[in-house]
């Protein structure tokens, strides 16, 4: 069977709430594919699944550098992110989150994580003022489009108030 579609089965198989059966049947492929993107990805996700952030962080890291591309690339930066934010790596997980927005800018999810990471850091004005751009820029209802400027205008403020305020 093809690696990749391998992978698909293991995953199709997963259990959420009980990810070793999935770890376990991801470690052979990594034995024997330890430089594979994929494999790395597929691994550090399904340990960040079942709660073991620091390892999922090395396989994440191992995974970027080993060149994941497209959807793969977008959804590692993701979890990758929110397992550095789930580690108290603030500043780590919102560059990371920087960085997939500018390489995947159509994908609001990762404005939402990098919300979420703003909060957990302490930062309530700057996450209001991701999640506002957020939904400016991709909720698309005709009322929407009639406010986007006002609900862009008062993102930039939150922000301004966020950048003034001392710490």
Request: charged share 25%.
């Amino acid at each position: 069977m093809p690696l990749d579609d391998e992978l698909d089965q293991i995953f199709a198989d997963r259990d959420r709430d009980n990810m070793q059966p999935t770890i376990d049947a991801l470690l052979p492929l990594y034995e024997s594919h330890p430089e594979n993107a994929r494999v790395l990805y597929e691994v550090g996700g399904a340990y960040d699944t079942a709660g073991h952030e620091t390892i999922a962080q090395g396989f994440y890291e191992k995974a970027l550098a080993a060149g994941l591309e497209g959807d793969l690339l977008r959804r590692c930066y993701l979890q990758y992110g929110s397992t550095l934010r789930n580690l108290g790596e603030y500043e780590k997980s919102s560059d990371i989150f920087r960085k997939a927005r500018t390489a995947f800018p159509g994908s609001p999810e990762l404005g939402v994580f990098e919300a979420i990471t703003a909060h957990a850091a302490g930062q309530p004005n700057e996450s209001i003022a991701l999640l506002l751009e957020v939904v400016a820029e991709f909720v698309g209802t005709p009322d929407m489009e009639r406010y986007k400027p006002a609900i862009s205008g008062n993102a930039a403020y939150i922000r301004s108030v966020e950048e003034t305020r001392p710490r």
